[in-house]
């Protein structure tokens, strides 16, 4: 399929190819001083005091709840409007995932009420999920969590550059993640940060990344070490130079890259607003948005499989963000059925289509978007 306008694109150029260049002439492969520089310089982007950059945010995600001690007998709050990853890395320490609803149809983030009726004397932590890059209610989150003493993941994969109230997504709760997956507004292929205030934690990141162990090779090759202890059972969820001299050159874009995202999103706004069949979420959000996402929420009964047909005889590619996890079959399997668990989130899961978004395009795409989207639902 050849697409007129994908839903997402890479911005890459010379200086994404002469950072990886640079990396094979250097011949050091891994977690080098490359890598050490994309850390320092994404924690100050997103003003957190310690960041480690990861395999994946699947593995950053799985490493927070890690280093939170949490596990089997525990309970983990989280959205079921999300990459199934949210919940997989709640599964991968024998928790239990208990799926929260969205605020609604207009805020696909969580509910901050319903957080609250899920928390029980189980409850450790609830990973809020900033969708399509619209920050989380965190005042309110942060007030319930801390109230009853339940910690806060963020999973932060739409959401480097998103803003809420002057603090940037990811440095609200304990410890935030971050992907740099193709499709995300940062990207490296695969890739992912984990940044966390909190000094009791960042030991634990570092060495839990990397086997547990009290010394990395760079440390040994630069003559600081010689031998090292576990002291930990840790895992093996480095980053290599590769990805990292990706992230740094992605990272230089991003602030750009993000103000490209609000302007194409504020011109869909423009175009859109009042053409019935639809609405487009997120119209009154606070703060600013990294705008990963151009979510639309079509009305009831709008078949959404003719309206993704006839954009994609177009040459216009959309997506679902997302079907609901708790409707997997696994998760069907795993935790029982669970029909009508999450309202709201189901009528998402049925309802919502992505359009495309990325700093490549310009405002004419956006409008041969929006004129397809109307004629489609004409139709
Ligand atoms: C992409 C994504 C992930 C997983 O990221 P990876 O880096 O591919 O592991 C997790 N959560 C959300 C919301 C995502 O969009």
Known sequence: MKWRITLADLDYDDREIDAVVDVLRSKWLTMGKVTQRFEGQFADCVGAKHAFAVANCTAALHLALAVLDIGPGDEVIVPSLSFVATANAVLYTGATPVFADIASLDDLTLSPGDIER???????AVIVMHYGGYSCAMEEIVEIARRHNVAIVEDAAHAPGTALAGKMAGTFGDIGCFSFFSNKNLATGEGGMVVTDRDDLSDRLRIMRSHGMTTLTWDRHHGHAHSYDVVD???????DEIRSALGLA?????AQNNVRRRELTAEYRRLL???PG???PFGKHPGTSACHLA????????????VFERLRDQGIQTSIHYPPIHQFSYYQRRLGSQRGL?????????????????????????????DALCSALQA
């Open 118 to 124: 899920h928390v029980n004397e189980h409850t450790r």
């Open 233 to 239: 059972l840790g895992y093996n969820y480095r980053i």
């Open 250 to 254: 992605q990272l230089d874009k991003l």
């Open 273 to 275: 607003a009042g053409v």
């Open 278 to 280: 639809f609405a487009m």
């Open 295 to 306: 979510p639309v929420i079509l009305d009831e009964g709008v078949d959404r499989h003719a």
């Open 342 to 370: 999450v309202p709201l989130t189901e009528a998402a899961g049925r309802r919502e289509i992505t359009l495309p978004l990325h700093p490549g395009m310009d405002v004419d795409d956006v409008t041969t978007v929006a």
